[in-house]
Each structure stands twice: as C-alpha cells, then as structure tokens.
C-alpha cells in the first residue's frame, strides 16, 4: 500500500504539487491523468525520488520512504517520461548495467530478458546503441530494463508513448496481469480510451491539485452515457471556449 500524505512540491515559486493526499492499494492499476503541467510527472518523481517534496510524506508499505529510500527503490520499477538516456550503450550494455546495479546475477536475469526482448520485438537490435533507435525503441529498450528485476511496483511516465500498437497491447496485458497477481501498477497517460481500459482507480490533476480521486467505475457511473474523454474535458478542461477552434479554422458547419 502507498499513501501519499499532504504532498506538496514547488520549484522556486511554482506550486507545481499542492496538498496531494490519496492511497494506492496492492492489486489495482491506478491512472494519473491531468493536462500537460497539472502535476503528474512531479508525483511519480516524487514517488521514485527521484525529488523531494517540499512537504508532506509518502509511505510504502508503512515505511516512510524519506527514511527507507533504498530498501523501497528495490521494490521498484521506474519508467521515466523520456526514454532518451544512456544513448552511447547499446541496449545490451544498458540492461547489464541496470542488472549490475540491482545486483541481480545473470542467470537470474537471461531468461526474463528474453522473453521481454522477444515480447518487444527487440531482438535484433539488442547490440546497437540506443541513440540509433527510435523513440518507440528507445521506450522499449527502457521498459525492458525496468521490468527486469521482477519489482512488485511498477511505477510507469506515460509508458505507451510512442509504441506501436502491437507493443502497447503487450504492455497493456503485462500490466493487467502484474495487477492481477496483487502487486502495484502505477502510470500516467494522456490517452483516456487507455485509462477507461485500463484503470481501477484515478487520480486527476490540474494545475497541481488534485479534482477526482476514485474509481472509474463510480466516475462512468456518475455521468450516464458519457465517455471517460467526455467526463474527464468537462472536469479538466477549458471553460467558455466553444468558439476558440472556429476562431482559428473557421465553422466547418457554416
Ligand atoms: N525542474 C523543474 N523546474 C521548474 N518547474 C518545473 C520543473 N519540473 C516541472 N516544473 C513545473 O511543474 C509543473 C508540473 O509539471 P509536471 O512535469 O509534473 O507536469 P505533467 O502533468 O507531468 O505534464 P506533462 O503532461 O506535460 O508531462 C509545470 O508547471 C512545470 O512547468
């Protein structure tokens, strides 16, 4: 269980986080969604530690992870919300480094390894640098090495951008399945037909705080025959623009 406990974070003056309290059971797939800057990432860098809160705490599994950094990062998976780093190594060389430093052996590692580069369609470029890749691939080669280790929590930045369809629906399934098996699945996204798919549980943002935390099952239920793009505009989106698109393009109905 992760709760999140009064989080708060500014970057000099910017409130980028505000008060942001909510609990992330085992066995649930949990969406953040929230328009470009409402907060997002700065929750799951925070939740990685990737940076500190200004106030406010997290614990994971009852231990405060301020003072448990190490021993929680283990648990952890971390997809970050670009997959453009370590672009000298070939992909290979990356996953043996995140192998090195999980101090997972390599038998322990081989066969995971191979099913993933199989899954992702990777096996013919597990020996070219990273920065030859595409953006697709580099996200791939990326999920790759953070599922390596078989972490209980898996903790994903927008982790279906740029993957081909094919790769997204592997994931999906991966993630489905983790969450099946009682552990965490944790991601945010921009692609809602994805979270109405996908998520038991939702956390939207805008401009750092916190509107809708539930189910999507109880969200859906609240607005009769609306989608979850319908409900989720209405809740996050603009006020009074109905005429800012005919403004620019013209009315098409005209
Ligand atoms: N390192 C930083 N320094 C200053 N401001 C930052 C920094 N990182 C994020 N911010 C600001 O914090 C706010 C929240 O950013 P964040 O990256 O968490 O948004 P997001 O919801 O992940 O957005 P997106 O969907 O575009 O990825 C934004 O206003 C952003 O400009």
Not at 15 to 30: D, M, N, S, V, Y
Not at 36 to 48: D, E, F, P, Q
Not at 135 to 155: C, F, N, Y
Not at 220 to 230: D, F, K, P, R, V
Request: glycine share 8%.
């Amino acid at each position: 269980m992760i709760d999140i406990n009064d989080l708060s974070k500014s970057y000099g003056n910017k409130e980028a986080l505000q008060h942001l309290t909510l609990q992330i059971k085992p066995g649930e797939i949990f969406g953040f969604l929230g328009h470009n800057g409402a907060g997002k990432s700065t929750t799951i860098k925070n939740l990685v530690s990737i940076i500190q809160p200004t106030s406010g705490s997290i614990t994971v599994d009852g231990l405060e992870l301020s003072e448990h950094r190490q021993e929680i990062k283990q648990k952890i998976a971390y997809v970050p919300d670009t997959p453009d780093i370590f672009l000298q190594l070939t992909a290979a060389e990356y996953w043996d480094l995140l192998a090195a430093a999980y101090d997972l052996s390599e038998s322990e590692v081989k066969a995971r390894r191979q099913k993933l580069v199989e899954l992702f369609n990777m096996g013919l470029h597990v020996d070219e640098t990273i920065a030859s890749f595409s953006h697709g691939m580099r996200q791939k080669t990326v999920l790759i090495g953070a599922l390596l280790s078989e972490p209980d929590i898996w903790i994903l930045d927008e982790p279906m951008q740029g993957l081909d369809p094919q790769a997204a629906y592997d994931l999906k399934q991966l993630m489905k399945a983790h969450a099946k098996k009682g552990k965490t699945v944790i991601f945010s996204t921009h692609n809602l037909d994805t979270a109405q798919q996908l998520c038991d549980e939702l956390a939207i943002l805008k401009t750092g705080k916190l509107i809708y935390n539930g189910s999507v099952k109880n969200l859906l239920a609240q607005y009769e025959n609306e989608s979850l793009e319908e409900i989720y505009l209405q809740m996050a989106g603009r006020q009074g623009d109905g005429h800012l698109v005919d403004d620019i393009e013209g009315d098409i109905n005209e």
